[in-house]
């Protein structure tokens, strides 16, 4: 399982730019002008994770197969979003597809890209995204509240739940807030997550920087930083203009360049990251001779609904799950090492998957 993250924004902050960097591609044409992106372009792009690579030279495996993230650059939106205008119908039913919003935000000046409100405010520009959503949350909720009414009336216990739910968010929306700020019980979760409203999609910032703030960001960063803070929202400062000079350079080339940069590592390994912890995701692994494999689950998943991530059958005839730490897998150097040493576990049912956990699973066909 990975999971899918819409990038978006105003017209012209680098949304298409930092995309192709992403993707390694050039199949979203980044132009200075509104709406270059009509269509939403999809990419998959591996997660790099030196863990991985670690264990498949342990195991000398074959072949090394990491989990995979799906990003979708979504066209520019404008005020007026929520009425149709500019591209708005179009991008909010493609944001509605999506986990999780990567809103890239223009921290930058630069006279020659044009902004499509003549002047740089990252938050402002956040401000006219969040405003666009809950106007649109709004609209839908009150028609799906008419809609519910003769349900509601019989007695219907589905509807009467989703009523109340609706409502709450109403309220929320109503006083400026997002739906996300809404607290729901356990027993709400499902249905709630079932409404589909915008404003409930998890939210990552993504300060698009100058390539000389790369490293510690700018006044208009931190702006934004303080912004997500407010909001228990998440960000990461990234240069779209560095990340797509790092895509057409050799792993070797690239080092280099980020090391003159000031830099550790490339945006995408800070901005996958960020979208695990928003999401509350976590990693296990395969291991063995033909290949070495990433999976990826939520936070909390048991032993059967990680093995059916690889296969619906393993999930259905779990019968347990040999499990090794990634530390004792590394320490140890490898499998049988580890089984020697007493540190393969025999885990069932109601095992809690662990980040890093490399795992065999055993079921019944």
């Known amino acids: 399982m990975g999971f899918r993250m819409g990038?978006?924004?105003?017209?012209?902050?680098?949304?298409?730019?930092?995309?192709?960097?992403?993707?390694?591609?050039?199949?979203?044409?980044?132009?200075?002008?509104?709406?270059?992106?009509?269509?939403?372009?999809?990419?998959?792009?591996?997660?790099?994770?030196?863990?991985?690579?670690?264990l498949a030279a342990i195991a000398q495996s074959k072949q090394v197969i990491p989990t995979r993230m799906t990003f979708v650059d979504i066209a520019g939106l404008v005020k007026g979003a929520s009425k149709g205008e500019g591209l708005?119908?179009?991008?909010?039913?493609?944001?509605?597809?999506?986990?999780?919003?990567?809103?890239?935000?223009?921290?930058?000046?630069?006279?020659?890209?044009?902004?499509?409100?003549?002047?740089?405010?990252?938050?402002e520009d956040a401000e006219v995204i969040e405003t666009e959503l809950m106007i649109a949350d709004m609209e839908?909720?009150?028609?799906?509240?008419?809609?519910?009414?003769?349900?509601?009336?019989g007695g219907d216990?589905?509807?009467?739940?989703?009523?109340?739910?609706?409502?709450?968010?109403?309220?929320?929306?109503?006083?400026?807030?997002?739906?996300?700020?809404?607290?729901?019980?356990?027993?709400?979760?499902?249905?709630?997550?079932?409404?589909?409203?915008?404003?409930?999609?998890?939210?990552l910032y993504v300060c698009n920087v100058d390539e000389g703030s790369a490293a510690e960001g700018n006044a208009h960063s931190v702006a934004v930083a303080e912004m997500a803070a407010r909001q228990g929202a998440a960000h990461v400062v990234i240069s779209a203009q560095i990340e797509e000079e790092i895509a057409q350079l050799s792993d070797e080339e690239a080092a280099e360049f980020?090391?003159?940069?000031?830099?550790?590592?490339?945006?995408?390994?800070?901005?996958?990251?960020?979208?695990?912890d928003l999401l509350a995701l976590e990693t296990y692994f395969t291991v063995g001779p033909k290949e070495a494999r990433a999976w990826t689950i939520r936070r909390g998943t048991n032993a059967p609904r990680a093995a059916g991530v690889i296969h619906g059958d393993f999930e259905k005839g779990f019968i347990r799950a040999e499990t090794?730490?990634?530390?004792?897998?590394?320490?140890?150097g490898g499998e049988q090492a580890a089984k020697e040493a007493g540190k393969m576990r025999a885990e069932g049912k109601g095992y809690v998957v662990k980040d890093g956990d490399v795992l065999h699973f055993l079921f019944n066909t």
């Not at 044409?29 to 591996?46: D, K, L, S, Y």
């Not at 009150?142 to 809609?147: A, D, F, N, T, W």
């Not at 216990?157 to 607290?183: F, H, M, N, S, Y």
């Open 7 to 54: 990038i978006v924004g105003l017209p012209n902050v680098g949304k298409s730019t930092l995309f192709n960097a992403l993707t390694r591609t050039a199949a979203a044409q980044a132009a200075n002008f509104p709406f270059c992106t009509i269509e939403p372009n999809v990419g998959e792009v591996a997660v790099p994770d030196a863990r991985l690579d670690r």
């Open 88 to 123: 708005g119908n179009q991008f909010l039913a493609n944001i509605r597809e999506t986990d999780a919003i990567a809103h890239v935000l223009r921290c930058f000046e630069d006279g020659d890209v044009t902004h499509v409100d003549g002047r740089v405010n990252p938050v």
């Open 140 to 153: 839908s909720i009150e028609k799906r509240l008419q809609g519910l009414s003769r349900k509601v009336r």
């Open 157 to 203: 216990k589905e509807a009467v739940q989703q009523e109340r739910l609706l409502g709450a968010a109403l309220a929320a929306l109503e006083d400026g807030r997002p739906a996300r700020t809404v607290e729901v019980s356990e027993d709400d979760a499902r249905a709630w997550a079932g409404l589909q409203l915008l404003t409930t999609k998890p939210i």
């Open 258 to 276: 980020l090391s003159e940069m000031g830099l550790t590592e490339p945006g995408l390994d800070r901005l996958i990251r960020a979208g695990y």
């Open 324 to 332: 090794i730490a990634y530390d004792d897998f590394v320490a140890l």
